[in-house]
């Protein structure tokens, strides 16, 4: 079962337009082009900034090259399985999150993306972390 993201409110429509874009499931998914990406071996600092570990950096760019691949290839519908490991879960998510929504603020393709989870539990912290995305995205440096 897909589940789409918290919908924008009226105000929000700026900041919040890539989130109509994006799905979240657990399991399975039909989509153009799937891709499996998992969280590299975690040592970092958990109490770090986001983008201030070598492991954040990894990751993010695992998402980058994911999307800026379904770009160039015209991808309509991308399902990005993500595997979190020993990786901070929550760091993981916000990571994914930001990345593929700034993403979706200068490029057209691809036109939609379902994060997909082994896990129920994977899927409902990724699903909290987008509902609290004005909270951690709005601060100067994540």
């Not at 657990?26 to 499996?36: I, K, L, P, S």
């Not at 994911?66 to 595997?83: M, P, R, S, T, V």
């Amino acid at each position: 079962m897909s589940t789409a993201l918290p919908q924008p409110s009226p105000a929000d429509q700026n900041m919040d337009a890539p989130v109509l874009r994006m799905n979240v499931r657990v399991g399975t998914c039909e989509a153009d082009t799937q891709v499996a990406i998992s969280a590299p071996p975690w040592h970092g600092d958990e109490n770090a900034k986001l983008s201030d570990t070598h492991e954040d950096n990894l990751w993010a760019w695992s998402v980058v090259c994911a999307l800026n691949q379904a770009e160039k290839d015209g991808i309509l519908h991308l399902a990005l399985n993500l595997d979190f490991k020993d990786f901070p879960k929550q760091r993981a998510a916000q990571i994914a999150f930001g990345h593929v929504h700034g993403h979706f603020l200068h490029a057209a393709f691809p036109e939609r993306v379902t994060f997909v989870f082994a896990t129920q539990a994977d899927a409902d912290l990724f699903q909290r972390v987008a509902q609290a995305r004005r909270e951690w995205m709005g601060s100067p440096r994540r």
